[in-house]
C-alpha cells in the first residue's frame, strides 16, 4: 500500500514563500501521477497542479505563474513551491497519487475522483 506524507506548511505573510513535499513510500514512484488539491474551510477541495509521470505539468488558473511543480523521482518526492503567496491561499494542501494511465488532460488529473492514494494534509495559513 503507498502512502503519501505532505510536510512544510505553516503560516507565512502575504508575498511569502513555502515549499511543500509529497513523499511516497514506494520505488515505483516514477510512474505515478502526482497531484495538488486544497481545501479551505467550508468550501469544496480544489484541483492545484499534477506532475504526470511524463513530466507534464497542470495548474490551476489561480496558481499558474505563481506555483511550481516538480518531483524527483530518486527522491520519491514531489515538491510545490509556492510564491508569492496570498491570503486566498490558505488551505489544507492535500497531495494526491495514481498510476492509472488515462488521457493526458486537464479535465482528467483536476479530477480528484482520478487519484486513489491521499496523504493526510499539511496547513498552509497565509496572514493579511
Known amino acids: 500500500q503507498v502512502q503519501l506524507v505532505e510536510s512544510g506548511g505553516g503560516l507565512v505573510q502575504a508575498g511569502g514563500s513555502l515549499r511543500l513535499s509529497c513523499a511516497a513510500s514506494?520505488?515505483?514512484?516514477?510512474?505515478?501521477?502526482v497531484g495538488w488539491f486544497r481545501q479551505a474551510p467550508g468550501k469544496e477541495r480544489e484541483f492545484v497542479s499534477t506532475i504526470k509521470w511524463s513530466g507534464n505539468t497542470y495548474y490551476a488558473d489561480s496558481v499558474k505563474g505563481r506555483f511550481t511543480i516538480s518531483r524527483d523521482n530518486a527522491a520519491n518526492t514531489v515538491y510545490l513551491q509556492m510564491n508569492p503567496l496570498k491570503p486566498e491561499d490558505t488551505a489544507v494542501y492535500y497531495c494526491a497519487a495514481t498510476n492509472v494511465r488515462r488521457y493526458d488532460s486537464y479535465a482528467t488529473v483536476a479530477n480528484p475522483m482520478n487519484y486513489d492514494r491521499w496523504g493526510q494534509g499539511t496547513q498552509v495559513t497565509v496572514s493579511s
Open positions: 514506494t520505488r515505483t514512484f516514477s510512474n505515478y501521477d
